[in-house]
């Protein structure tokens, strides 16, 4: 009964991309806001994108213009690719999703390593 299982983390060089993909068994999942958060070592866990049921999009700062979050409402999944990846990006990437009501499912996290 995993709801959300991110996959697509791994080892890249700084310049280059990767994609990531929350794949959730969520029958409400058309309704819920979708979001990337990250955590790096010693840190605070923060919001990387979000993206609402209607596709609004928004970004922390430090992505606007590397990362893309996108989501498919037939496959139930939510994306974020990342492009121009640099070594301040290395982070466990989580997925969260937020019901109507509130309530946030939350996936177990891959992790994401730019090396220089």
């Known amino acids: 009964q995993v709801q959300l299982v991110e996959s697509g983390g791994g080892l890249v060089l700084a310049g280059g991309s990767l994609r990531l993909s929350c794949a959730t068994s969520?029958?409400?999942?058309?309704?819920?806001?979708m979001a990337w958060y990250r955590q790096a070592p010693g840190e605070q866990r923060d919001l990387v994108a979000a993206i609402t049921s209607t596709s609004v999009t928004n970004y922390a700062d430090s992505v606007k213009g590397r990362f893309t979050i996108s989501r498919d409402n037939v496959k139930k999944t939510v994306y974020l690719q990342m492009n121009s990846l640099k070594p301040e990006d290395t982070a466990v990437y989580y997925c969260?999703?937020?019901?109507?009501?509130?309530?946030?499912?939350w996936g177990q996290g891959t992790q994401v390593t730019v090396s220089s």
């Open positions: 969520l029958n409400i999942f058309s309704s819920c806001t």
């Open positions: 969260k999703a937020r019901r109507l009501d509130g309530y946030n499912y």
